[in-house]
């Protein structure tokens, strides 16, 4: 049974910076991609950036030019660097994982809150 655990949440003020963590319990190179999600408070959980096992990247529009997804493989981790954050960027960040075809499965981790404020 795969397991996520996030990291990396905490208070920051705005034009901040934070790294979230997501560590996988089995080897990341089993997944077809890997993403971060977001849920603010009383709101749906949203995309937020995906990558690919073959390095591919995409993002909301709401955090392009200021967040990055990256992996490490070695540790079995992937990344959210956060530059440059915003009130509006305050919510749960979940690591999404989806295992390659034909056994597609999606794995979730618990959740690390951010909060932006002054």
């Known amino acids: 049974q795969v397991q996520l655990v996030e990291s990396g949440g905490g208070l920051v003020q705005p034009g901040g910076s934070l790294r979230l963590s997501c560590a996988v319990s089995g080897s990341i190179s089993q997944f077809y991609y890997m993403s971060w999600y977001r849920q603010p408070p009383g709101k749906q959980r949203d995309f937020v950036a995906t990558?690919?096992?073959?390095?591919?990247?995409n993002y909301a529009d709401s955090v392009k030019g200021r967040f990055t997804i990256s992996t490490e493989n070695a540790k079995n981790t992937i990344y959210l660097q956060m530059n440059n954050l915003k009130p509006e960027d305050t919510a749960v960040y979940y690591c999404k994982c989806v295992t390659k075809p034909p056994n597609i499965r999606d794995y979730w981790g618990q959740g690390t809150q951010v909060t932006v404020s002054s």
């Open positions: 990558v690919t096992g073959g390095g591919s990247r």
